[in-house]
């Protein structure tokens, strides 16, 4: 999806910010998707968890922000804790 492309989602407009995606031994562990939706930011997030026999993702949040610039502060700094766990993040 394009992030200047608006999305009709419940009623609402929504726009994706941005989307980044963590892996440890070529195994996705977390994506985090940040969207401005009613005049709000989210960040979704889908965690996978190295160790389990869970096939579906934990989906922890969703995690509300007043503006872009603090969402994506959020997502920066959780990408920055997973590169400093051995991940590999990209956009």
């Known amino acids: 999806m394009s992030p200047d492309r608006p999305v009709e989602a419940s009623g609402a407009e929504e726009r994706e910010l941005l989307v980044r995606t963590a892996r440890k031994g070529g195994k996705q562990v977390a994506?985090?998707?940040s969207v401005?939706?009613?005049g709000e930011c989210v960040v979704e997030c889908e965690v996978y968890p190295v160790s389990g026999l869970h096939v579906d993702p934990l989906r922890p949040g969703p995690y509300r922000f007043d503006?872009?610039?603090?969402?994506?502060?959020?997502?920066?700094e959780?990408?920055?804790a997973l590169t400093y766990l051995g991940c590999q993040?990209?956009?």
């Open 78 to 80: 959780a990408a920055q």
């Open 67 to 76: 503006n872009e610039e603090d969402a994506a502060r959020f997502v920066d």
């Open 36 to 38: 401005a939706r009613g």
């Open 31 to 33: 994506t985090m998707r």
């Open 89 to 91: 993040v990209s956009a």
